[in-house]
Nanobody, 128 residues
Framework: QVQLLESGGGSVEAGGSLVLSCAAS????????LAWFRQAPGKEREGVAA?????????YYADSVKGRFTLSPDGAGNTVYLQMDRLKPEDSAMYYC????????????????????WGQGTQVTVSS
């Protein structure tokens, strides 16, 4: 499994910004996808954004965050950054980084059961 270390959560007012980072213990060639999920109290875990390594090399976003969040891998590809702008109170949740070593196509990136490794989570709280 890939070890994942998250950082960057915190509290911010609506309209503010935060940057989350996820450092993976293995080089990008060892996994198919790095993603961020989030879970708010009483709600199901949902996919936020995903980065596919290999031939795809693309990023994907949930509709709820498109245009506000940006997922960027570093040059080595074992750290991804989630830039979160224009935050809303509904973005408040525990955010988890996840890595998938097995191959699957981009259409399935929101299926959390496809991910083998998970970080410990970092809390994001947005006040109105």
């Amino acid at each position: 499994q890939v070890q994942l270390l998250e950082s960057g959560g915190g509290s911010v007012e609506a309209g503010g910004s935060l940057v989350l980072s996820c450092a993976a213990s293995r080089y990008r060639s060892r996994y198919n996808c790095l993603a961020w999920f989030r879970q708010a109290p009483g709600k199901e875990r949902e996919g936020v954004a995903a980065f596919f390594t290999g031939a795809d090399g693309k990023t994907y976003y949930a509709d709820s965050v498109k245009g506000r969040f940006t997922l960027s891998p570093d040059g080595a590809g074992n750290t991804v950054y989630l830039q979160m702008d224009r935050l809303k109170p509904e973005d408040s949740a525990m955010y988890y980084c996840a890595a998938a070593e097995k191959y699957f196509t981009s259409g399935y990136w929101t299926d959390d059961y496809r991910y083998d490794s998970w970080g410990q989570g970092t809390q994001v709280t947005v006040s109105s």
